[in-house]
């Protein structure tokens, strides 16, 4: 059972006073399979860098400012993605999901008169539902989550239709649904937000490396704790900079990036997140030390359908709308793609919420820039085909090397 990997990424080998010594940890970590998010960062650099020389308005505050709006939707069901991935299993019904619970959303607000907040409670109780069945028939028949998830692709865009009925679109009015995407954070509360966060994130560090050095636990070191702060502080300063100068952090980003956060932080400080890492690492193993194995994958189906249920309800959001295309297209391939190149194990047992974050930013930039240099749709699908490939072969490269180290 590893744990998960935050951004910004470990620091640890800048510790070493040592030139030599930080080769060789650097090498050690290469041949055992430990590269951490070094990678991802590296390539969406080096993209970033590609396409502010192809076209300069790719780095403007406006442009990123709409990356991160169009990342976000496919985000959150990426998020949900991760916890699939984990376990060791996958789900193709999140596209299908995402749109059917954005098509129910928009029939209880607008041909049912439901308020805004009911509705979209409702439409995440519909995702969730729809992950404990799903995940219930996967746990507890045994039938392979491949085929569950398949059938439930198709089942819930069969519903999605029949909801929609024959004119196919519903128009949302503008109201507590257009604003989770729609509304920007004024300057004053974005640099408060972002303090706030640097705030907790140093209290966290230092508080949980007190803990383990009373409890007689290895700790890092003070300047590697420090570290991780400044390059936080870096970050977030950069990011509210950015976005304040075109109108302000979007609420929508907001809400991503508070449920990253919260989900890392039960995946790695929890019993729970212990328990996922443990079944997708070896489910044999798992259920021996006492864990209820079936309880935890049907938990996570569960989650993983509820993250593509607000993932479709951002989706009606930013367009204003709920439209056979909702949850459709490439909305499914992206998600998975996105968990993949951030980071996260096609094999289990291996990965972090951040990924999903990282895989979607990489993502949306090739979209973004493939746009503004205006390259046509079917070089960005092969674009990120071979993005795509690459990570998977990455993975299983840092696999091998793990195995061969002893790690895994």
Not at 15 to 33: F, N, P, Q
Not at 66 to 78: D, F, K, P, R
Not at 332 to 357: D, E, K, Q
Not at 397 to 405: A, D, L, P, T, Y
Request: aromatic residues 6%; proline residues 2%; hydrophobic residues 55%.
């Amino acid at each position: 059972m590893t744990n998960a990997t935050i951004p910004p990424p470990a620091a640890g080998p800048l510790a070493e006073s040592d030139t030599h010594s930080v080769w060789e940890l650097i090498k050690r970590r290469v041949r055992g399979g430990e590269l951490g998010a070094w990678p991802v960062v590296i390539g969406l650099i080096v993209i970033w860098v590609v396409f502010q020389a192809l076209n300069d308005r790719f780095l403007t505050a406006q442009n990123l400012s709409n990356l991160a709006l169009q990342i976000t939707a496919v985000g959150m069901i990426s998020v949900g993605i991760v916890l699939v991935l984990l376990l060791g299993e996958i789900d193709l019904s999140v596209g299908s999901v995402a749109g059917v619970c954005a098509a129910a959303l928009a029939v209880l607000s607008v041909r049912r008169g439901w308020s805004d907040v009911a509705a979209i409670i409702a439409a995440l109780l519909l995702g969730a539902v729809i992950g404990f069945l799903q995940g219930s028939i996967f746990a507890k028949l045994g039938v392979p989550a491949f085929v569950v998830t398949l059938a439930g692709n198709l089942g819930w865009l069969g519903l999605m239709l029949y909801l929609l009925g024959s004119e196919g679109t519903i128009n949302v009015p503008t109201g507590t649904i257009t604003d989770l995407m729609n509304t920007k954070l004024s300057q004053a509360a974005g640099w408060i937000v972002g303090l706030v966060v640097v705030a907790l994130y140093a209290v966290a560090a230092f508080t949980g490396r007190a803990r383990r050095a009373s409890a007689g636990l290895p700790a890092a070191s003070l300047r590697s704790d420090l570290i991780r702060v400044i390059g936080l502080a870096a970050i977030v300063v950069v990011t509210v900079a950015v976005l304040n100068s075109w109108q302000g952090v979007p609420l929508g980003l907001l809400i991503l990036v508070g449920l990253v956060a919260l989900l890392d932080l039960v995946l790695r400080k929890t019993r729970y997140g212990r328990s996922i890492f443990a079944v997708g690492g070896n489910i044999e193993a798992a259920r021996r030390a006492g864990i209820n194995v079936a309880a935890i994958q049907i938990s996570v189906f569960t989650l993983c359908s509820t993250f593509a249920a607000l993932g479709g309800i951002l989706l009606v959001s930013r367009g204003f709308s709920a439209t056979q295309t909702t949850g459709a297209s490439d909305v499914l391939l992206l998600a998975i793609a996105g968990a993949v190149i951030g980071g996260v194990s096609l094999f289990g047992g291996r990965g972090s919420p951040w990924g999903a974050l990282l895989g979607a930013v990489v993502l949306g930039s090739i979209s973004s820039g493939m746009l503004l240099i205006d390259v046509d749709s079917s070089v960005r699908y092969m674009i990120t085909a071979a993005v795509l490939l690459a990570a998977v072969i990455l993975d299983s490269v840092s696999r091998r090397g793990r195995r061969s180290s002893g790690r895994g």
